[in-house]
């Protein structure tokens, strides 16, 4: 069985020739190809492409460009049983007078598609009717081979580990106990150090987002479109920023008075040293923390702070010219992670919500369909080529010593609410004026 190489992650959405893939269905109705390049389809044209025969087998980035946008216009388990239908049908799988030798040939492709599948996009496969199409399909080709019984076994005992994983990773999360919060200099005093624990947090919430994420997000019922498909994202992985912006900004306010200005010039540094890491979310985050409005009034505080490391960071990160600075430091971040000889140089973690706001603006500002009703694959792939970017970055691992200590702090730092963190502000910081006073007074009521 051919094994699923390691996602190149930087997808040209030029790679697919019809001269050097050739469809087993030549001019089959329903493709439409765009100098040499597929550019439109039917939804059923498009799913016939995606099923391998003797002679063919799909190209790598058609496969993850399809499995990734086709959920905008059919359910996973509903594209699986067409796939299995397909396979059946075509190659007369489930006929027990098929040629064996036609089904050897064959077996080896319809498992490598499985196996892209299961290995891409492992949490479909969290649907029970997924798993009865597969389990269906990998059993007739399973059936009269040992060789394919043994690769059906190595797949789906991959595919039960990653499913295990995240139902693990979930439950952790749930079970995550608020601490009693100390000085965080108590416990390190090294911005490097937590700015490495950050990244490890921010490398192991990104492993657990599938690429699905990014379209079920945007997931509509198409009017073209009979296929019944709703709405919904999965919220269960997408990383929170807000809440990690303000579980940052908590770290200010159960320092003492006299300490404060040194805790926030630490965590200016610490920003520091997440830009030069290619940790840009941890970086935002600190730095939006820092401009939140119960941190930001603290004038006493920010006048004992040395603001000029602070007023570069915003800089690298100013939203301006749809965040010009911190685009080009991503590129430039993902240049050295293409060419990166060590596994620190590989790390890039984007400014998640941005990214997000890119793939969303993306989606809205071209159709799905064209108007003769074909799937407009052209805004498709340019979708995979920004998730496959991703998708080579959530799998570097992090080259950095885990500090336990550091990282418990961290993740169970109480997360305030917004009145919560207003309250300790003025506590901090009395009120200046009316507005504020009055603020605090009902504050205190509650």
Not at 113 to 122: M, N
Not at 417 to 442: C, F, I, Q, V
Request: include cysteine.
């Amino acid at each position: 069985m051919p094994q699923t190489p390691p996602f190149s992650g930087q997808l040209n959405t030029s790679s697919y020739n019809k001269n050097l893939y050739q469809s087993k269905e030549e001019g089959y109705p329903g493709l439409y190809y765009h100098d040499n390049n597929l550019a439109s389809g039917s939804l059923e044209a498009l799913i016939h492409h995606l099923v391998p025969t003797v002679d063919y087998y799909p190209d790598r980035t058609y496969i993850f460009t399809f499995l990734l946008s086709s959920r905008l216009f059919i359910h996973p388990y509903e594209l699986m049983s067409r796939v299995c239908h397909l396979c059946m049908e075509q190659q007369r799988l489930g006929d027990p007078q098929a040629d064996k030798m036609r089904v050897r040939k064959i077996a080896p492709k319809i498992l490598q598609l499985l196996t892209e599948w299961t290995e891409t996009f492992p949490y479909d496969f969290r649907d029970e009717r997924m798993m009865r199409s597969l389990k269906e399909l990998t059993h007739r080709l399973a059936s009269g081979d040992e060789v394919y019984r043994k690769a059906v076994g190595q797949m789906s005992q991959g595919l039960i580990r990653r499913l295990t994983v995240l139902s693990q990773y979930e439950e952790a999360l749930v079970k995550i106990n608020v601490a009693i919060q100390r000085d965080l200099l108590s416990i390190c005093n090294d911005p490097f150090t937590v700015a490495q624990q950050l990244t490890h947090i921010e490398l192991e919430r990104l492993s657990y987002i599938g690429p699905e994420e990014f379209v079920q997000a945007f997931v509509q019922k198409d009017p073209l479109d009979n296929d019944k498909v709703t709405s919904g994202c999965c919220s269960k992985n997408t990383p929170a920023d807000k809440t990690h912006m303000r579980r940052l900004c908590n770290l200010f306010f159960p320092v003492k008075k006299k300490h404060r200005a040194r805790v926030m010039e630490f965590f200016i540094d610490v920003a520091r040293e997440c830009f030069n890491i290619g940790n840009f979310n941890s970086l935002m985050a600190i730095i939006s923390g820092m401009n939140m409005s119960p941190v930001s009034r603290l004038k006493k505080t920010w006048s004992k702070v040395k603001t000029a490391k602070f007023d570069i960071l915003e800089h690298q990160m100013d939203p301006s010219s749809n965040f010009y600075n911190y685009r080009t430091a991503l590129r430039g971040a993902t240049q050295r992670s293409i060419t990166a000889n060590s596994s620190r140089e590989k790390i890039v973690i984007p400014f998640f919500s941005l990214l997000i706001k890119d793939i969303y603006f993306l989606n809205e500002g071209c159709v799905n369909r064209l108007q003769n009703g074909h799937i407009n694959f052209e805004k498709f792939w340019e979708l995979a080529k920004q998730v496959s970017e991703f998708m080579t970055w959530k799998k570097v691992e992090c080259p950095f010593e885990k500090d336990r200590k550091i990282l418990q702090y961290l993740l169970t730092a109480p997360v305030f609410t917004e009145d919560a963190l207003y309250l300790a502000s003025y506590e901090s910081e009395g009120p200046e004026n009316n507005m504020e006073k009055d603020r605090w007074k009902s504050l205190r009521c509650v």
